[in-house]
């Protein structure tokens, strides 16, 4: 089983998955998965490198952002490092009570502390470079990032089995791009896939939301 996860943060995500994709084998097997992108140097240090030293056929550290291009680009640390992201908030986000009109968003984690310079890659080309010839799982967390990173598979897309991607409703954007429930739900739909709970998923308030999708 092959599992992507995008934004992984400290990997419990994506190597809970792979072992829920694998419960009924007695145990992994070096086909067995996680390529975990996560470009924020905290992250990998502190947690993903620990799950790599562990299972070092099965976890694979990808410390690079997924982006539309294979570059070298800013990358936002906030202080939640969970909210870092290659965007910047969008203007209705506030770390502060005290400022104008109450924001659509406000939290202390939505304060960039620091900006550094990552390395971004595409996914088809991670694809193509590494010989993948099946997703199984697509886990994405990107951040204002998850429809760039379904856009980044180009024609790879096809062999994703199924995911979860994260959205922001149009209304309440968290970041300075689209990354819209109705933008992702179209772009999946286009290329085959169904979308689970759809209609549920249109019509939520939720100012974010996990879009499920299958083949």
Known sequence: MIVFDIGAH???SGWNKLHALTSTAPSLTNKDKVYAFE?????????LRVLERGAPDNFIVIPKAVSLKNEI????IARGLGCSSLHGFHK?????KDIGPKPVWLSGKFQVVETIKVETIRLDTFIIY???????????????????VLKSLGDKIDIVSRGCVEAHHTNTPLYNIDNSINSIVSFLED?????????????????????????
Do not use: M
């Open 191 to 215: 290329r085959g896939f169904k979308i689970n709970r759809h209609d549920q998923v249109l019509k939520t308030d939720e100012k974010e939301i996990n879009i499920k999708f299958s083949r």
């Open 92 to 96: 209705n986000v506030s770390y502060k």
């Open 130 to 148: 590494n010989n993948i010839d099946k997703i199984d799982f697509l886990h994405c967390d990107a951040q204002g990032g998850d429809l760039n």
């Open 39 to 47: 470009p924020t140097p905290y992250l990998i240090d502190r947690f």
């Open 10 to 12: 400290n990997g419990i």
């Open 73 to 76: 680009t800013d990358f936002h």
